[in-house]
Protein backbone atom coordinates (compact mmCIF):
# COMPACT_ATOMS: atom_id res chain seq x y z
CA UNK A 1 0.00 0.00 0.00
CA UNK A 2 1.42 3.00 -1.28
CA UNK A 3 0.57 6.29 0.85
CA UNK A 4 0.45 8.84 -1.96
CA UNK A 5 -1.45 6.06 -3.64
CA UNK A 6 -3.94 6.63 -0.44
CA UNK A 7 -3.59 10.37 -0.85
CA UNK A 8 -4.84 10.46 -4.44
CA UNK A 9 -7.70 7.79 -4.24
CA UNK A 10 -9.03 10.16 -0.87
CA UNK A 11 -8.91 13.72 -2.86
CA UNK A 12 -10.97 11.62 -5.07
CA UNK A 13 -13.34 9.97 -2.89
CA UNK A 14 -13.93 12.95 -0.99
CA UNK A 15 -14.72 15.38 -4.01
CA UNK A 16 -17.10 12.30 -4.83
CA UNK A 17 -18.83 12.51 -1.75
CA UNK A 18 -18.86 16.46 -1.84
CA UNK A 19 -20.53 16.35 -5.14
CA UNK A 20 -23.19 13.86 -4.64
CA UNK A 21 -24.60 15.35 -1.53
CA UNK A 22 -24.53 18.86 -3.93
CA UNK A 23 -26.44 17.39 -6.63
CA UNK A 24 -29.08 15.76 -3.90
CA UNK A 25 -29.85 19.32 -3.55
CA UNK A 26 -29.93 18.60 0.52
CA UNK A 27 -29.16 21.78 2.23
CA UNK A 28 -25.58 21.66 3.54
CA UNK A 29 -25.51 24.17 5.93
CA UNK A 30 -24.99 22.98 9.40
CA UNK A 31 -23.88 19.44 8.39
CA UNK A 32 -21.09 17.65 9.98
CA UNK A 33 -19.03 15.21 8.07
CA UNK A 34 -17.84 12.33 9.77
CA UNK A 35 -14.75 10.65 7.56
CA UNK A 36 -13.25 6.89 8.65
CA UNK A 37 -10.07 6.10 6.58
CA UNK A 38 -9.37 2.03 7.10
CA UNK A 39 -6.03 0.81 5.81
CA UNK A 40 -3.91 -2.25 6.14
CA UNK A 41 -1.64 -0.36 8.29
CA UNK A 42 -0.78 2.67 10.05
CA UNK A 43 -0.30 5.90 8.23
CA UNK A 44 2.41 8.16 9.01
CA UNK A 45 1.61 11.33 10.86
CA UNK A 46 2.52 13.21 7.26
CA UNK A 47 -0.27 11.22 5.94
CA UNK A 48 -2.46 11.94 8.57
CA UNK A 49 -2.11 15.46 8.67
CA UNK A 50 -2.59 15.81 4.87
CA UNK A 51 -5.68 13.85 4.83
CA UNK A 52 -7.09 16.49 7.92
CA UNK A 53 -6.39 19.68 5.54
CA UNK A 54 -7.92 17.65 2.74
CA UNK A 55 -11.36 16.80 3.91
CA UNK A 56 -11.58 19.74 5.95
CA UNK A 57 -10.82 21.76 2.16
CA UNK A 58 -13.16 19.93 0.24
CA UNK A 59 -16.37 20.10 2.94
CA UNK A 60 -15.56 23.56 3.32
CA UNK A 61 -15.15 24.50 -0.41
CA UNK A 62 -17.93 22.35 -1.83
CA UNK A 63 -20.24 22.07 0.77
CA UNK A 64 -20.59 25.55 2.44
CA UNK A 65 -21.54 25.47 5.63
CA UNK A 66 -20.48 21.93 6.79
CA UNK A 67 -17.84 21.08 8.55
CA UNK A 68 -15.45 18.15 9.42
CA UNK A 69 -16.75 16.61 12.56
CA UNK A 70 -14.22 13.61 13.15
CA UNK A 71 -11.96 11.44 11.32
CA UNK A 72 -10.80 8.07 12.45
CA UNK A 73 -7.95 6.30 11.08
CA UNK A 74 -8.98 2.35 12.17
CA UNK A 75 -6.11 -0.18 10.74
CA UNK A 76 -7.50 -3.72 9.12
CA UNK A 77 -4.16 -5.78 7.96
CA UNK A 78 -7.49 -8.28 6.16
CA UNK A 79 -8.15 -5.44 4.18
CA UNK A 80 -8.14 -6.84 0.35
CA UNK A 81 -6.31 -4.85 -2.52
CA UNK A 82 -5.79 -1.74 -2.98
CA UNK A 83 -5.31 -1.54 1.13
CA UNK A 84 -7.84 0.78 1.39
CA UNK A 85 -11.04 2.26 1.54
CA UNK A 86 -13.26 5.42 2.43
CA UNK A 87 -16.48 5.81 4.67
CA UNK A 88 -18.63 9.05 4.90
CA UNK A 89 -21.25 10.07 7.08
CA UNK A 90 -23.13 13.36 7.55
CA UNK A 91 -25.82 14.28 10.50
CA UNK A 92 -27.58 17.82 10.83
CA UNK A 93 -30.22 19.46 9.59
CA UNK A 94 -32.99 16.44 8.11
CA UNK A 95 -32.17 12.85 7.80
CA UNK A 96 -28.77 11.61 7.75
CA UNK A 97 -27.18 11.20 4.14
CA UNK A 98 -25.00 8.64 3.57
CA UNK A 99 -22.67 8.78 0.33
CA UNK A 100 -22.34 6.03 -0.74
CA UNK A 101 -18.66 5.55 -1.08
CA UNK A 102 -17.44 2.28 -0.40
CA UNK A 103 -17.95 0.92 3.11
CA UNK A 104 -21.21 3.59 3.60
CA UNK A 105 -24.19 1.76 2.77
CA UNK A 106 -26.99 3.44 1.13
CA UNK A 107 -30.21 2.94 2.17
CA UNK A 108 -32.05 0.89 -0.48
CA UNK A 109 -35.37 0.51 -1.62
CA UNK A 110 -38.11 -1.87 -2.70
CA UNK A 111 -38.37 -1.43 -6.46
CA UNK A 112 -37.00 -2.53 -9.74
CA UNK A 113 -33.78 -2.42 -11.30
CA UNK A 114 -33.22 0.45 -13.85
CA UNK A 115 -30.86 -0.73 -17.24
CA UNK A 116 -29.53 2.56 -18.46
CA UNK A 117 -27.99 1.03 -21.59
CA UNK A 118 -25.66 3.87 -23.24
CA UNK A 119 -24.27 3.72 -26.45
CA UNK A 120 -21.40 6.22 -28.73
CA UNK A 121 -21.53 5.65 -31.88
CA UNK A 122 -21.67 1.72 -33.29
CA UNK A 123 -18.87 0.51 -31.42
CA UNK A 124 -19.34 1.64 -27.88
CA UNK A 125 -22.44 0.56 -26.02
CA UNK A 126 -22.35 0.27 -22.23
CA UNK A 127 -24.93 -0.99 -19.95
CA UNK A 128 -25.51 0.10 -16.30
CA UNK A 129 -27.37 -2.04 -13.67
CA UNK A 130 -28.72 0.91 -11.46
CA UNK A 131 -31.05 -0.82 -7.93
CA UNK A 132 -33.51 1.31 -6.45
CA UNK A 133 -32.45 4.12 -3.61
CA UNK A 134 -32.09 7.22 -2.51
CA UNK A 135 -28.83 7.95 -3.63
CA UNK A 136 -27.27 9.29 -6.19
CA UNK A 137 -24.52 7.47 -8.90
CA UNK A 138 -21.46 8.91 -10.81
CA UNK A 139 -21.43 7.59 -14.19
CA UNK A 140 -18.56 8.38 -16.54
CA UNK A 141 -14.93 7.91 -17.43
CA UNK A 142 -13.39 7.81 -13.81
CA UNK A 143 -16.06 8.37 -11.71
CA UNK A 144 -14.91 7.55 -8.64
CA UNK A 145 -15.02 4.47 -6.05
CA UNK A 146 -17.82 2.59 -5.74
CA UNK A 147 -19.62 4.52 -8.89
CA UNK A 148 -20.41 3.52 -12.44
CA UNK A 149 -17.72 3.91 -14.47
CA UNK A 150 -17.09 3.61 -18.46
CA UNK A 151 -14.07 2.26 -19.84
CA UNK A 152 -10.98 4.85 -19.35
CA UNK A 153 -10.03 4.84 -23.33
CA UNK A 154 -12.90 6.46 -23.77
CA UNK A 155 -11.19 10.05 -24.19
CA UNK A 156 -14.15 11.69 -25.71
CA UNK A 157 -15.82 11.64 -22.32
CA UNK A 158 -14.61 14.10 -19.37
CA UNK A 159 -13.08 12.43 -16.36
CA UNK A 160 -14.86 12.22 -12.91
CA UNK A 161 -18.64 12.16 -11.63
CA UNK A 162 -19.92 15.01 -13.64
CA UNK A 163 -22.86 12.89 -14.50
CA UNK A 164 -25.41 11.39 -11.61
CA UNK A 165 -28.08 9.01 -11.88
CA UNK A 166 -30.60 7.63 -9.68
CA UNK A 167 -33.26 5.21 -9.56
CA UNK A 168 -35.63 6.46 -6.70
CA UNK A 169 -39.27 5.96 -6.44
CA UNK A 170 -39.62 4.50 -9.76
CA UNK A 171 -37.82 6.94 -11.83
CA UNK A 172 -34.62 7.41 -13.69
CA UNK A 173 -33.02 10.59 -12.83
CA UNK A 174 -30.21 12.39 -14.38
CA UNK A 175 -28.12 15.05 -12.23
CA UNK A 176 -24.99 17.46 -12.44
CA UNK A 177 -22.30 16.98 -10.15
CA UNK A 178 -20.56 20.64 -9.05
CA UNK A 179 -17.19 19.32 -10.80
CA UNK A 180 -15.91 20.58 -13.67
CA UNK A 181 -18.17 23.28 -14.49
CA UNK A 182 -16.54 23.95 -17.81
CA UNK A 183 -18.48 21.09 -19.64
CA UNK A 184 -21.92 21.84 -19.81
CA UNK A 185 -24.21 18.81 -19.82
CA UNK A 186 -27.79 18.62 -21.82
CA UNK A 187 -30.42 15.61 -20.86
CA UNK A 188 -32.93 15.92 -24.43
CA UNK A 189 -31.91 19.22 -24.57
CA UNK A 190 -32.62 20.45 -21.04
CA UNK A 191 -29.59 22.08 -19.33
CA UNK A 192 -28.25 19.77 -16.16
CA UNK A 193 -27.52 22.15 -12.91
CA UNK A 194 -26.54 20.79 -9.60
CA UNK A 195 -29.49 20.13 -7.24
CA UNK A 196 -31.82 19.77 -10.01
CA UNK A 197 -32.42 16.61 -11.60
CA UNK A 198 -34.22 15.65 -14.72
CA UNK A 199 -36.30 12.85 -15.18
CA UNK A 200 -35.11 10.38 -17.98
CA UNK A 201 -37.07 9.66 -20.86
CA UNK A 202 -37.30 5.77 -22.19
CA UNK A 203 -34.45 7.27 -24.50
CA UNK A 204 -33.22 10.01 -25.65
CA UNK A 205 -29.31 11.96 -25.92
CA UNK A 206 -26.57 12.93 -23.32
CA UNK A 207 -25.05 16.21 -24.74
CA UNK A 208 -21.35 17.04 -23.03
CA UNK A 209 -20.41 20.59 -24.49
CA UNK A 210 -17.11 21.75 -24.14
CA UNK A 211 -16.08 24.76 -25.65
CA UNK A 212 -16.73 24.38 -28.93
CA UNK A 213 -16.75 20.23 -29.11
CA UNK A 214 -19.95 18.66 -28.64
CA UNK A 215 -20.02 14.61 -27.52
CA UNK A 216 -23.40 13.05 -27.97
CA UNK A 217 -24.11 9.80 -25.81
CA UNK A 218 -27.72 8.46 -26.87
CA UNK A 219 -29.19 6.35 -24.18
CA UNK A 220 -32.08 3.63 -23.51
CA UNK A 221 -34.02 3.09 -20.36
CA UNK A 222 -35.33 -0.55 -19.25
CA UNK A 223 -36.55 -2.20 -16.59
CA UNK A 224 -36.19 -5.62 -14.35
CA UNK A 225 -38.54 -6.64 -12.52
CA UNK A 226 -42.03 -5.24 -11.80
CA UNK A 227 -42.31 -1.18 -12.63
CA UNK A 228 -45.18 0.54 -12.36
Known amino acids: MSERAVRHAFREAVETYCNLLTASGRDSRGLRVRVTVTTVRTLSPE ?38 RFGFRSTGPGPCAASGVDDVTEEHEAGAVAVLTLRYDRSFVWPCRIGAAAGWLAV ?49 G ?5 GGPVGAAS ?26
Not at 70 to 77: G, N
Not at 214 to 221: K, S
Open 47 to 84: TVRWIHLAAQDHVRNLLPGAEVQSIEFPVRPSLESPGH
Open 140 to 188: GRQPGPGQLPLPSWAAWLPRGPLLLVRNHRGRLDFGRSGQRPRYRIRVD
Open 190 to 194: VDLHP
Open 203 to 228: AGEIHYHDQDQVTVLRYRVDWEGNHA
